[in-house]
């Protein structure tokens, strides 16, 4: 008898691989709100196409980006630009340093701002790049990380204190509009907004803050603590209604943590977990968020040193995103994520990148990162029949299929098996999905042997074409059956 088997777990790879060896690369789960052929599948996440570029180097990569008063505004290099709507790029002046910078905006102003370095206000009407020179600036410490709430760009400093600029006005500061997070003697990493309060991010425990107006400095404490500090200041992300951050409390290994009314709930399964208790502090000083919500999804991603990981809040399943770059040496690798932010303007959603001064847009009809291939990978949960033997005489993965195009006009998909939890893949064997057209071709694979004890399926699509899996089916047949 036929067998749906559930293939929209999302990622989870334990360091135990027959535990669990469920790959999710380049797929998220998506869960349908009506009756419909299956109660979970999977849709491809964008490809990406280039509209500019400010150069060829892996110093024009992407440092940020900010909609700004309708337009796009990126820093690449060390250069900030606006992409115009006809996607031209106009130079609007030299950014310090070559790391990530924050970028945040007021009415007025956009705030562009290296971490424990400089900052710049930019304004338009005329272009004006202006560098904030108030020596009152850094009359608390150096700068850190800013968010913007009520008026004010707030900036943590290296002396635990953070401080406010003028309202509405970020070149002007006052020496004496400090203030501090006195509830726990850690350290202050980063400032983050969550429902209009203003929160000190420690490192082990960030401190809530409301503005409470008046002449003096308007921040007072609001009561409010959490429990898990943020390791990682680049990691802070705002999605839907919650905000996330990679964090944890005072000797715990870092998790990924979502607000939830005054406190924080744990959003990481333990084989995120896993990973990101190998990275070095350094790693974790490294990790960048991006978020962006696209029909009815919304996602989180964080870059870590090999992968990106994923986090749909609307799901609540995690999965993976890597891209394909052919080296120097002429050879194809696999690299985390190659996008390092989003931002959305004039009606598409852009990105900048990771490897070179391109900027982009993620594009649901586009089946490519520019000229490169997606390997989109789905590895299942192990399958078993109470430890005993069985047979798996037929296995159909149902896909949309009649999709070929111009640019593989008879696109197959792979499946592999593995009989030992992960650790080693049979060969691959390929079946067509479909030339343009022949919607009813059915990717089948027959004669799939014999399991001793437990099978994982892995299947892989690169071919540049949509990308919809929506079921799969097995017979499994039990020895004794086999044998009647």
């Not at 036929?2 to 990622?11: C, D, E, K, V, W």
């Not at 990308?467 to 086999?482: K, M, N, R, S, Y």
Request: proline share 5%; aromatic share 12%.
């Amino acid at each position: 008898m036929r067998t749906p088997l559930p293939i929209a777990n999302g990622f989870y790879v334990s360091n135990s691989l027959p535990l669990s060896a469920q790959e999710c690369v380049c797929w998220f789960v998506h869960i349908p709100e009506v009756p419909a052929l299956n109660a979970e599948t999977l849709r491809g996440t964008p490809g990406l196409y280039q509209v500019a570029t400010s150069g060829n180097s892996v110093t024009d990569a992407g440092r940020g980006s900010r909609t700004f008063k309708g337009r796009l505004y990126v820093v690449n290099g060390p250069t900030l630009f606006r992409v115009n709507s006809d996607n031209t790029l106009t130079n609007l002046g030299q950014i310090s340093g070559s790391g990530r910078v924050s970028m945040l905006n007021n009415e007025t102003q956009l705030l562009i701002h290296v971490p424990g370095g400089d900052g710049f206000i930019f304004v338009d009407d005329p272009d004006t790049l202006t560098q904030i020179t108030d020596s009152d600036f850094t009359a608390n410490g150096i700068p850190q990380y800013p968010a913007f709430v009520d008026g004010y760009f707030v900036f943590t400093t290296d002396e635990k204190k953070f401080i406010i600029s003028s309202l509405n006005d970020g070149l002007i500061y006052n020496a004496l509009d400090f203030g501090s997070a006195e509830s726990s003697p850690d350290g202050v990493v980063a400032p983050f907004i969550y429902k209009n309060q203003l929160f000190i991010g420690g490192e082990y425990t960030p401190e809530g803050f409301t503005n409470q107006g008046g002449v003096d400095f308007p921040f007072v404490r609001s009561g409010v603590f959490l429990d898990q500090g943020v390791f990682a200041p680049f990691s802070i992300a705002k999605a839907k209604d919650t905000t996330l951050f990679i964090g944890g409390a005072e000797n715990e290994s870092p998790s990924v943590w979502a607000l939830s009314g005054n406190s924080t709930e744990k959003v990481s399964t333990q084989a995120i977990d896993e990973i990101l208790t190998t990275l070095t502090q350094d790693d974790l000083q490294a990790v960048y968020s991006w978020s962006y919500g696209e029909s009815g999804h919304y996602f989180v991603g964080f870059t870590l040193p090999n992968t990106t990981i994923v986090f749909d809040v609307t799901t609540g399943r995690w999965h993976e995103r890597k891209s394909l770059i052919v080296n120097a040496l002429g050879q194809t690798q696999s690299i985390a994520c190659r996008v390092r932010s989003f931002a959305t303007a004039y009606g598409h959603l852009y990105v900048t990148d990771s490897q070179d001064g391109r900027i982009g847009i993620a594009d649901n009809d586009t089946y490519k990162e520019y000229s490169n291939f997606i390997l989109r990978v789905v590895a299942t949960q192990p399958f078993q029949n109470n430890m005993e033997p069985f047979f798996v005489p037929y296995l159909e993965a149902t896909v949309e299929s009649g999709v070929g195009n111009s640019d593989d006009e008879n696109p197959m998909m792979g499946m592999q098996i593995s009989r030992d939890g992960g650790k080693t893949w049979s060969y691959e064997r390929a079946r067509p999905i479909g030339a343009q057209g022949q919607y009813k071709q059915r990717a089948v694979w027959r004669r799939n042997g014999r399991c001793s004890r437990f099978d994982v399926y892995k299947f892989t699509l690169s071919a540049p074409v949509k990308p919809v899996f929506l079921q799969l089916t097995a017979d499994i047949v039990g020895v004794d059956d086999a044998a009647a």
